[in-house]
């Protein structure tokens, strides 16, 4: 299986899960395997999506692929 480059944007260092499993941080290039994951964050749901099921396939290390949460704000 080869392995593929992720880089998971969100604007503030968390936790990177991939199927459940921590595999990295944001904002840093992570590597997982050829095929569909579902990428989350951990630490408090404040984000948009809540995860990110996708393909990961013909990535590499100069272009990996670029996965986006967005923060949400709060409601009082």
Do not use: C, W
Not at 29 to 53: C, Y
Request: cysteine-free; overall charge negative.
């Amino acid at each position: 299986m080869a392995l593929q480059y992720v880089v998971v944007n969100f604007s503030e260092d968390r936790e990177v899960l991939v199927d459940g499993i921590h595999n990295g941080q944001t904002n840093q290039s992570i590597l997982v395997g050829a095929g569909t994951h579902e990428f989350t964050l951990g630490g408090i749901q404040d984000f948009t999506p809540p995860n990110i099921k996708t393909q990961v396939t013909g990535t590499s290390a100069l272009d990996p692929l670029i996965l986006s949460f967005t923060p949400t704000t709060a409601e009082k």
